[in-house]
């Protein structure tokens, strides 16, 4: 976890929330110390504890007591959290608390349900940049805490050729060669391809990954026998947890599917004064 920055945006969540008061909290509380549970009311995994743990670090006079480990599996009833410490920090934060544990272990859970739908295969699922503006941080950690894996967390730490690129360069060789005299080896190349013409030009100028876009699981087939191994292959595209298995083709790397973030229902969590 990158701490600095964490603290950071977890600043700006507290601003945006609390602004210069919790006019209501501060009427009602002096000096009260209380105890305080976060109840899961469905099943779920859970994710985002250290930021949470992070954020009463920062507001003071609240001790934690994590009840469910981090991407462990919770139960309707059972209680993923204990808070101890002034009611005034615990008042103020629980809003924030409860919209990152709701949210990011909505995540997780659901990339957990995408990981155990190719369980077996050896094929990874992937996120997307299809985040929340300003939480692509959180998000993208709850991936991983699901058990999947990250894509490019950003437009500067990988190439990847789309398709807006291809129509400005004039297609995917020239795409390829601009990349390339520009980057040089520092960066693997990643093409999307649309069809199996595209697919053909992308190996004869040696990607190192094709990404065949919005194919059926058919023509996946087909183009895993075009590449015999010659780039590693993701799959994208209309890709939901009823039909990834579908795309579960021999030869295909990654299968990665902006769903496990933007679909994601939150899991229902409360916060309980005792």
């Given at each position: 976890?990158?701490?600095?920055?964490?603290?950071?945006?977890?600043?700006?969540?507290?601003?945006?929330?609390?602004?210069?008061?919790?006019?209501?909290?501060?009427?009602?509380?002096?000096?009260?110390?209380?105890?305080?549970?976060?109840?899961?009311?469905?099943?779920?995994?859970?994710?985002?504890?250290?930021?949470?743990?992070?954020?009463?670090?920062?507001?003071?006079?609240?001790?934690?007591?994590?009840?469910?480990?981090?991407?462990?599996?919770?139960?309707?009833?059972?209680?993923?959290?204990?808070?101890?410490?002034?009611?005034?920090?615990?008042?103020?934060?629980?809003?924030?608390?409860?919209?990152?544990?709701?949210?990011?272990?909505?995540?997780?859970?659901?990339?957990?349900?995408?990981?155990?739908?190719?369980?077996?295969?050896g094929i990874r699922i992937l996120d997307t940049r299809k985040t929340t503006p300003g939480y692509r941080?959180?998000?993208?950690?709850?991936?991983?805490?699901?058990?999947?894996?990250?894509?490019?967390?950003?437009?500067?730490?990988?190439?990847?050729?789309?398709?807006?690129?291809?129509?400005?360069?004039?297609?995917?060789?020239?795409?390829?060669?601009?990349?390339?005299?520009?980057?040089?080896?520092?960066?693997?190349?990643?093409?999307?391809?649309?069809?199996?013409?595209?697919?053909?030009?992308?190996?004869?100028?040696?990607?190192?990954?094709?990404?065949?876009?919005?194919?059926?699981?058919?023509?996946?087939?087909?183009?895993?026998?075009?590449?015999?191994?010659?780039?590693?292959?993701?799959?994208?595209?209309?890709?939901?947890?009823?039909?990834?298995?579908?795309?579960?083709?021999?030869?295909?790397?990654?299968?990665?599917?902006?769903?496990?973030?933007?679909?994601?229902?939150?899991?229902?969590?409360?916060?309980?004064?005792?």
């Open positions: 976890m990158n701490r600095l920055f964490v603290r950071a945006q977890l600043q700006r969540f507290l601003e945006e929330d609390v602004g210069t008061g919790d006019i209501t909290t501060e009427a009602v509380c002096s000096d009260e110390t209380i105890r305080a549970v976060v109840v899961a009311k469905e099943g779920g995994v859970l994710a985002g504890l250290p930021f949470v743990q992070e954020l009463f670090l920062m507001v003071g006079g609240v001790y934690v007591r994590p009840k469910v480990q981090e991407g462990g599996e919770f139960r309707e009833g059972d209680v993923v959290l204990e808070l101890e410490g002034r009611a005034k920090e615990i008042l103020s934060a629980e809003r924030l608390t409860l919209n990152i544990l709701q949210s990011l272990s909505g995540i997780a859970t659901n990339t957990r349900r995408f990981v155990k739908a190719l369980e077996g295969t941080y959180f998000e993208k950690y709850a991936v991983r805490v699901g058990g999947g894996y990250n894509h490019r967390f950003a437009l500067y730490d990988m190439v990847l050729i789309k398709d807006n690129h291809k129509r400005v360069a004039g297609g995917i060789p020239e795409a390829v060669r601009r990349v390339r005299e520009k980057v040089g080896p520092a960066y693997r190349v990643e093409v999307e391809v649309e069809n199996l013409l595209e697919l053909e030009e992308a190996l004869e100028v040696g990607v190192d990954i094709v990404m065949l876009d919005n194919f059926s699981p058919e023509e996946v087939r087909e183009a895993v026998r075009i590449v015999r191994g010659r780039a590693e292959v993701e799959v994208s595209g209309g890709i939901t947890l009823e039909n990834v298995r579908d795309y579960a083709v021999e030869g295909v790397d990654y299968i990665s599917s902006g769903s496990i973030i933007y679909a994601s229902p939150w899991t229902d969590l409360s916060l309980r004064v005792l």
